[in-house]
């Protein structure tokens, strides 16, 4: 029989503050820290927890037999930092050695359709994030949504993952199974494709009274997954299933309590996604030319960017990547990389009909449209803030390069009021005059630089060098660096 792979993926975004036109410039914080600790304390008793104490039962009832994986966002984690029971509650888990923990962005981004460099950087921070926390560095790798496409395994194969989990797509597939490990194309990792029939049948139609198979019974579900011809069969959802998207008064816990247990009486084992790629090989290449994700019923990119709103809002935060890194302001850089959770460009989707109850959980908004008008509203505040850090560049450089009334007396009679003097100065003058203003007891130049030009940084260069020369390109190189500045800001 085919053995199940069980991963549950772990997120909370840390949502917006209620951000008006009228806040635009006056320094006010962009997230709502009421509303998410509303949020997540309401998650962490009506699911994180009854969850975690039902899977650490489960797994020393089975003496090991049942195995999980999950993946942790670094947003969720840095909020569950104020709840350390919980943090606490998942590491007791990973300590059995029956659960494996997946990479992933650290933001819950689309960077990897925006920017393969802040890509690759949000995955060492959540590599960081893990390691710090939990001490593991993750094997298998999934993307924000399941979002898969053959750059994206080329990519996470270089950074040293084995697998990367994807939607098991029927556009992709077409005739074959999600039950085989399948091989990247161009890449040597492997992929473990969600059987997307069996995981929605628990993640949601579990309690829709309406479906023809309803009540879902442990019996009978795993007499489905009995019944699978393959390898594998990758049950992948959200770990919100338990307690928030299917209320406890559904019976969804005592699902979770038995169906494993069912499982294990007919034979049928639990693997973790690092055993399954050594217990299993791959049957084929597999080509995902275009983007694929485990959301709605397309599997495809629209719940974030199907429509012109959520276009342009990803556009323009993506836009602001150089100079938002360029300030070097870990705030600033902080609240942009935020502002890249996918959840606030989901909320934003105008897609309504089958899919619009999955678009509404937890949804802050009361529109689509009050989503955009509010997250654009923060991305102007950003815009005015790095304008603001610009003309300040402009100005502290304008005034280093100015001319000085405290000008510096040389030794051979000649003086010097600006940078630029000194930088030709410095080339002109004779080893002589240099060594009486250079030796380490005066240290001439580097004190003029710092009391009267008060440029710390040139000072600091200038003690180091050990001749004229040096010291002349050490002033020509910060010369171009401040004019490079000064046309940044002009442009």
């Known amino acids: ?22 806040d635009i410039g006056k320094d006010i914080d ?114 924000t949504e399941l979002v898969y496409q053959n750059q994206i395994g080329k990519i996470v194969e270089s950074l040293g993952y084995k697998a990367i989990l994807a939607e098991g797509a029927d556009k992709i597939l077409e005739w074959r199974s999600p039950c085989f490990l399948y091989k990247a194309k161009d890449a040597n990792i ?11 049948d628990i993640a949601f139609r579990f309690s829709n009274s309406s479906w023809s198979e309803w009540p879902l019974t442990p019996d009978k579900y795993i007499s489905w997954v009995s019944q699978v011809q393959g390898d594998i069969v990758n049950i992948f959802m959200d770990y919100e299933t338990f307690g928030e998207h299917q209320w406890k008064e559904s019976g969804i816990f005592e699902f979770l309590e038995e169906f494993p247990i069912e499982a294990l009486k007919r034979g049928i084992d639990f693997v973790l996604p690092s055993e399954a790629i050594k217990k299993f090989k791959p049957v084929a290449d597999l080509d995902f030319p275009n983007y694929v994700s485990w959301a709605d019923t397309e599997r495809d990119l629209t719940a974030w960017i199907g429509n012109k709103m959520q276009q342009f809002a990803l556009n323009e935060l993506y836009s602001l990547e150089q100079a938002i890194l360029a300030t070097k302001d870990r705030n600033i850089i902080d609240a942009w990389r935020k502002l890249q959770t996918a959840d ?94 250079a030796n380490n007891e005066k240290n001439d130049f580097s004190n003029w630089v710092r009391d009267v030009i008060k440029d710390e940084k040139l000072a600091n260069d200038l003690r180091k060098v050990k001749s004229k020369e040096e010291a002349s390109q050490i002033v020509e190189n910060r010369i171009k660096e401040l004019e490079k500045k000064i046309r940044r800001s002009i442009l």
Not at 1 to 22: D, E, G
Not at 190 to 200: A, E, N
């Open 1 to 22: 029989m085919a053995s199940i792979c069980f991963y549950l993926h772990v997120h909370q975004p840390i949502r917006l503050k209620r951000f008006t036109f009228f």
């Open 30 to 143: 962009y997230f709502d820290k009421e509303r998410n600790k509303l949020y997540l304390e309401r998650i962490i008793e009506k699911s994180y927890l009854p969850t975690n104490k039902i899977i650490l039962e489960l797994i020393h009832k089975t003496d090991g037999r049942f195995k999980i994986s999950f993946s942790i966002t670094g947003t969720l984690l840095e909020q569950l930092e104020e709840y350390p029971h919980v943090i606490e509650s998942f590491e007791k888990i990973i300590k059995t050695g029956c659960a494996e923990l997946v990479g992933e962005t650290y933001y819950h981004s689309l960077a990897s359709i925006y920017s393969l460099k802040e890509f690759v950087a949000q995955i060492k921070l959540h590599e960081k994030k893990l390691k710090e926390i939990f001490g593991k560095k993750p094997k298998i790798f999934r993307n």
């Open 190 to 200: 492997i992929l473990l494709l969600k059987h997307y029939r069996l995981s929605d």
């Open 344 to 437: 606030h460009f989901y909320y934003m989707c105008t897609k309504w009909f089958a899919d619009g109850d999955v678009h509404k959980y937890f949804n802050p908004y009361d529109s689509p449209y009050e989503a955009f008008i509010i997250f654009m509203n923060i991305i102007n505040d950003i815009k005015q803030r790095l304008r603001g850090e610009a003309e300040m560049k402009k100005e502290e450089a304008l005034r280093i390069l100015s001319d000085f009334s405290d000008i510096f007396w040389c030794h051979d009679g000649k003086v010097f009021k600006n940078l630029y003097e000194l930088r030709d100065g410095l080339k002109n003058m004779s080893n002589e005059t240099y060594s009486y203003h």
